[in-house]
């Protein structure tokens, strides 16, 4: 099994920046792909970014893109979320996720997640 740990969530006011982290452990030879989730009050969780393993597949989703970088440290076992110019709207809890798939956006695919790590963005 995978274990997942996020930190790096906060307050920040629109139009600022957060990190968030993740760390990895356990099996973590059968990562394949992460990615980041978030789930706003009363909303369903959804997709916000995807990154493979080994090569540079990215993926985002169109209301993220340009605004957040994913990264990974493979030596560390590190997956990161660069958000810059951050919207109220981008208020949530955002969730780590590995899988032993092919990089997706589909979150079926991910078999490990992350405790969640809250980030709110007041106007």
């Known amino acids: 099994q995978v274990q997942l740990v996020e930190s790096g969530g906060g307050l920040v006011r629109a139009g600022g920046s957060l990190t968030l982290s993740c760390a990895a452990s356990?099996?973590?030879?059968?990562?394949?792909?992460m990615g980041w989730f978030r789930q706003a009050p009363g909303k369903e969780r959804e997709f916000v970014a995807a990154?493979?393993?080994?090569?540079?597949?990215?993926y985002y989703a169109d209301s993220v893109k340009g605004r957040f970088t994913i990264s990974r440290d493979n030596a560390k076992n590190m997956l990161y979320l660069q958000m810059n110019s951050l919207k109220p709207e981008d208020t949530a809890v955002y969730y780590c996720?590995?899988?032993?798939?092919?990089?997706?956006?589909?979150?079926?695919?991910?078999?490990?997640w992350g405790q969640g790590t809250q980030v709110t963005v007041s106007s």
């Open positions: 356990g099996d973590t030879f059968t990562i394949n792909s």
């Open positions: 990154i493979s393993w080994i090569g540079s597949s990215r």
């Open positions: 996720a590995a899988s032993s798939a092919s990089v997706s956006t589909d979150d079926r695919l991910f078999g490990s």
